[in-house]
């Protein structure tokens, strides 16, 4: 799979990534009005509402990009039905061609992370048959549990040629509180960096890991030295746009091959009809803005690559 | 819901917590092939046994037990309709008057934390409705992400009086990797446990706060240092049984009020049939077998905390 992600990098010349996490905030109203109408006002209604959005947006973008990032939580709230919507998603971002970068953050340990990487990028037995439930083409996983919570996702990855990102070094702003903590004198996302490095190389592609990295965009400097620690692992770098990252931040999270990274972004994309720079598209036409704000993206890390 | 917990333990007096972690390999074959004689050998067939089973069990042991802790990831594993069978354990288990602490390990940042928050112990605002989308009484998390992660819990668990157990230490071997790092001298979990007291003084129920810890069984002289970092938090113990930790390493998780720790078992509960010492009792009776296991972990617990 981290083949496919890269093939569809140089296809489309976009190391980006959208992330659909739709708040229900984020959904025009003529789109809420016409799944309640439906569904009535009930987690079926905003599920509906929330996958119309999703699939409105995908139609429009995906020829120029090449992945997705749903965020789980955003349809987690909603319980079962929002879980139902979530794997629609999924599925229907995978028709397209898209890479499906499920960010859900799990972490556990043994059986437990197992039944996390089955759930999410392997395929559970039952009786003699075999069901791959929600099927992402990567995960987010969280590292706080050590080898015990990443060796059974290597085990499903090498199984399904899947992959994961590990949490190193989050984009919000007291990720340091833990991260950034010194251990003989470094800081623990490096730790955790050098980590993803040896798990990653016992799962490799072509020229990347199956195994990638999580850093945010809002740390540009610790991204040229997380770079360096982890040369074989994809970066997914969240923290563009609303949360303050530009394209001239993100130069050194790429490595010479111009390849190394795929940058987020969520709000920006999705909700762009809300910024005062989208708002001639109007809420009608809500996903035209998301395509355009795709093109601006792409537009800036691109010029910013061609000037480093 | 701290305050509830702490009642049923007095009323049991039983501080311990049943792990409902449905492998499918515990369920007994006669269960399993009901649910596939009704629904197939599908996930819906598999979530029906795991659900059937669950049942069993807490049918069979409600009256001795304060709480349980469903692990969502052997739900999830089943996809959608494994979600399902896990929102009707809970609710089922909330029906017994039982505590549900949701094993979800969730930890993200700012709207998407919150976004767990409210799946989980909250209500989703839909149009003018709210809905409870899992309505777990508790729910662990991850401490990686920093206080930005943990904020949104703290405010979802004040407005519902629900509460969170964040994870310190915990039971694998190699927690240690990350964990155990020394920072000025002193190990990340201990700064991590001085954060959870800092976030827990901020929710105090009665005499314990909203926020506890999640400290494995297996690391007893651990458990002694942070009993003291966070004398206000409940410690949630995993590691019991079948991870190893035995009665007598439980003692230095309690306070001198014989409360503040409450102690899981999963396999060794919900699957007790298959050990040797309940063989007795047979595959049909699984159920039965749990009750003896039940009343037996919390004589050695008892045992234990007579005897320091």
Request: proline share 4%; aromatic share 10%.
């Amino acid at each position: 799979m981290i083949n496919k992600l890269i093939e569809n990098i140089k296809k489309t010349n976009a190391p980006i990534v959208v992330g659909l996490d739709p708040m229900l905030s984020y959904v025009p109203q003529q789109v809420q009005q016409k799944a309640f109408a439906e569904y009535g006002e009930t987690l079926e209604g905003a599920a509906e509402a929330i996958w119309q959005f999703n699939k409105a947006i995908v139609d429009a973008t995906y020829d120029l990009i090449p992945a997705v990032k749903p965020q789980v939580a955003m349809y987690e709230q909603f319980g079962v039905p929002g879980m139902v919507a979530y794997e629609k998603t999924v599925a229907y971002c995978q028709e397209k061609g898209l890479v499906v970068i499920g960010d859900i953050k799990r972490g556990d340990i043994g059986s437990t992370s197992e039944a996390y990487a089955i759930g999410h990028l392997g395929q559970v037995q039952v009786g003699s048959k075999k069901y791959a439930g929600f099927h992402e083409d990567f995960a987010t996983v969280n590292p706080y549990l050590g080898s015990d919570g990443v060796k059974p996702f290597l085990k499903v990855c090498k199984e399904e040629k899947k992959g994961i990102f590990i949490l190193v070094k989050t984009s919000n702003p007291s990720s340091g509180e833990f991260q950034d903590q010194l251990i003989d004198g470094r800081p623990l996302y490096e730790l955790v960096g050098e980590k993803v490095a040896e798990w990653g190389s016992e799962v490799m592609g072509d020229s990347y890991s199956y195994v990638g990295a999580v850093v945010g965009a809002t740390y540009p400097e610790m991204g040229k030295v997380l770079r360096k620690v982890m040369p074989k692992s994809f970066i997914l770098v969240p923290g563009y746009g609303a949360q303050g990252g530009q394209g001239k931040d993100l130069v050194h999270f790429f490595n010479e091959d111009g390849l190394g990274a795929i940058v987020n972004s969520s709000r920006g994309i999705i909700a762009a009809y809300k910024q005062e720079k989208y708002a001639q598209f109007g809420a009608e036409n809500y996903a035209d803005a998301s395509r355009q704000a795709v093109l601006d993206m792409v537009a800036d890390i691109d010029g910013a690559l061609k000037a480093r």
